[in-house]
């Protein structure tokens, strides 16, 4: 069956698949494409009473994912604003941002504000180097 992610909630890895005026619940279990579900995805799936299982994204295996986010921007943001975790924010990896950002605020507190400055340094140099090639959704860089 063909249908759309309504919902998705990170936390909990489940969520609401609309097909047609249906609700379908899943949890990520059921998830067999390499990146994570995201709201309005369009997905294929196998119906077991109100539970979608074995889901995949429609299209997926039909062309390459298209760049969306530019590798020099990433590179700049890590340069220059790494200690806030910007970089990771900007390609979607929201959870390591938000740990880049705590470590900050706890190094600046005990006094040793130059080592989070020191992440965002090699990070960019991973960036400019090509390392760190792709955003989240596992999308390459333009």
């Not at 063909?2 to 936390?11: A, F, L, N, V």
């Not at 369009?42 to 119906?47: I, Q, T």
């Not at 190094?107 to 792709?134: D, R």
């Amino acid at each position: 069956m063909i249908g759309q992610i309504e919902t998705y909630d990170p936390d909990s890895q489940a969520g609401v698949i609309k097909t047609e005026g249906a609700l379908f619940t899943f949890h990520l279990d059921d998830w067999v494409a390499d990146v994570p579900p995201d709201e309005g995805d369009d997905v294929n799936f196998d119906v077991h009473g109100t539970i979608a299982s074995n889901i995949t994204l429609v299209g997926a295996y039909l062309e390459p994912p298209k760049a969306v986010k530019y590798k020099y921007l990433a590179a700049v943001l890590a340069l220059f604003l790494g200690w806030t975790g910007a970089h990771r924010f900007y390609l979607g990896f929201y959870r390591m941002a938000f740990i880049q950002l705590t470590l900050t605020v706890i190094l600046y507190v005990t006094g040793l504000p130059g080592f989070a400055a020191l992440w965002g340094f090699i990070e960019s140099i991973l960036l400019f180097g090509g390392q760190i090639n792709k955003d989240a959704k596992g999308r390459p860089f333009k």
